[in-house]
């Protein structure tokens, strides 16, 4: 399958619905975003992967004051793989409520669905260090 234009640019839409969302405590319009037995591996926050819209859902109310009063996304790279897939990748950035922010990477699995494009898998990356801890080489 070609990705269109269209294609990428409802797919870099979709990717960029998820911080309004969240941020508006509209976590019952995650549906748009996710397939139903989506993947959230958050497994680099010391947490078991996330299975399912719900989950998603239960552990944004669970985390609480605790999440970020801002999902910024930028830097959104589209791919078509080998197998057929369709995978996105961008840049994530957190705002806390004390002003603190996070970076992190987001790894997207996309389908195409009857409702248009959704994300099936999704692997959150913290970014902690610079360079990814790249050194000088001599």
Request: proline share 3%; aromatic share 4%; glycine share 10%.
């Amino acid at each position: 399958m070609a990705l269109t234009l269209e294609d990428r640019f409802a797919i870099t839409e979709l990717i960029s619905l998820h911080g309004h969302l969240v941020d508006e405590g509209q976590l019952d319009r995650l549906d748009e975003l996710f397939t139903p037995d989506v993947v959230y591996d958050i497994s680099d926050f010391g947490r078991d992967p996330l299975v399912g819209v719900a989950a998603i859902r239960q552990a944004a109310l669970a985390l609480g004051a605790g999440n970020p009063v801002a999902h910024h996304v930028t830097n959104v790279v589209v791919r078509e793989s080998a197998d057929g897939r369709v995978r996105a990748r961008s840049k994530g950035l957190g705002v806390m409520a004390d002003g603190s922010c996070g970076s992190a990477t987001y790894d997207d699995t996309l389908v195409r669905t009857s409702e248009g494009w959704r994300i099936s898998h999704r692997k959150l990356s913290a970014r902690r260090v610079p360079l990814n801890g790249v050194t000088r080489s001599e």
